[in-house]
């Protein structure tokens, strides 16, 4: 029904940058909350940031300052800048949208496949 295809991933320096993105396709109507969460290894999966429909947007405490979610309403997709990456944002990144389904009856949530961030000197 709804596809997220992430890209944008790799390995950076500290002290550097990336930018990821997700862009949702299939039957949709509309896309409601979109996400950005993360999991390091052996840790739980964490919310990073929040951006609704009309555009508030939602930071988690450790990535205030230095990301910034945006979303482009026209192709459904949503990005993550990342600044100032510190190795403790090493992990696998993931996109999560609630979309309203085409038949304007249904609504789901969904995620992407991840993509690894790597930030190491």
């Known amino acids: 029904q709804v596809q997220l295809a992430e890209s944008g991933g790799g390995a950076v320096q500290p002290g550097g940058s990336l930018r990821l993105s997700c862009a949702a396709s299939g039957s949709i109507f509309r896309v409601n909350e979109m996400r950005w969460y993360r999991q390091a290894p052996e840790k739980q999966r964490e919310l990073v940031a929040t951006?609704?429909?009309?555009?508030?947007?939602n930071y988690a405490d450790s990535v205030k300052g230095r990301f910034t979610i945006s979303r482009n309403n026209a192709n459904n997709t949503v990005y993550l800048q990342m600044n100032s990456l510190k190795p403790e944002d090493t992990a696998v990144y993931y996109c999560?949208?609630?979309?309203?389904?085409?038949?304007?009856?249904?609504?789901?949530?969904?995620w992407g496949q991840g993509t690894q961030v790597a930030v190491s000197s």
């Open positions: 951006i609704t429909s009309a555009g508030t947007t």
């Open positions: 999560y949208v609630d979309a309203t389904l085409k038949d304007r009856l249904h609504w789901g949530t969904y």
